[in-house]
């Protein structure tokens, strides 16, 4: 069964750098676009990044574009956020999702369970 | 970037009754649009995706509807299962875009 599972979570203090990491298994992972989704406590859903299935593809939320980077390792059926210049409006619980369909840009229908980043002085 | 109108942002129902929940994009995305229930401290789930087509699995309850700006979302007949935060999403372009959300509450 597809499974996605986010790690890499932390406190972290404002101005520093953490990479998230999501492994997925159970699905052809070079054939699906991939994402990160967060959600801030007590608020909405906002899209942060994806990838295209080959990795030539990528496309950011403007609150984190130029210090966030979206990555993808194939052969480990792996997705990874590497974030920098962290601030407190990027608190949230990070999400990874798989688009819908493959080799197109549709919905997310699997999720993994998120991991929380908190930054925090 | 399109932005997503969700409303409204929460409601009181009872079990059995017929919930709607609206979304509108500031431009035309087509049908490039999605359905998503978030119970608490849980990932988002798909329930519905190009605005009308049920996803495997969710009950048929559920139904969405509506092309170019405005769409809907049914609950045909409201379970105790239901009560949590549904999200619109457009798939139509980069940025994606949520809804704010609407939170059904029991009544």
């Known amino acids: 069964q597809v499974q996605l599972a986010e790690s890499g979570g932390a406190l972290v203090t404002p101005g520093g750098s953490l990479r998230l990491s999501c492994a997925a298994s159970?699905?052809?992972?070079?054939?699906?676009?991939m994402n990160w989704i967060r959600q801030a406590p007590g608020k909405g859903l906002e899209w942060v990044a994806y990838i295209s299935s080959s990795g030539n593809v990528i496309q950011y939320a403007d609150s984190v574009k130029g210090r966030f980077t979206i990555s993808r390792d194939n052969a480990k059926n792996s997705l990874y956020l590497d974030m920098n210049s962290l601030r407190a409006e990027d608190t949230a619980v990070y999400y990874c999702a798989r688009d819908r369909q493959v080799y197109t840009s549709s919905q997310f229908d699997f999720w993994g369970k998120g991991t929380l980043v908190t930054v925090s002085s | 970037a399109i932005q997503m109108t969700q409303s409204p942002s929460s409601l009181s129902a009872s079990v059995g009754d017929i919930v709607t929940i609206t979304c509108r994009a500031s431009?035309?995305?087509?049908?490039?649009l999605g359905w998503y229930q978030q119970h608490p401290g849980k990932a988002p789930k798909l329930l519905i995706h190009?605005?009308?087509s049920l996803q495997s699995g969710v009950p048929s309850r559920f139904s969405g509807s509506g092309s170019g700006t405005d769409f809907t979302l049914t609950i045909s007949s409201l379970q105790p299962e239901d009560f949590a935060t549904y999200y619109c999403l457009q798939d139509y372009s980069y940025p994606r875009t949520f809804g704010g959300g609407t939170k059904v509450e029991i009544k």
């Open positions: 431009q035309g995305i087509r049908n490039d």
């Open positions: 190009t605005a009308s």
């Open positions: 159970g699905f052809i992972f070079i054939d699906y676009y």
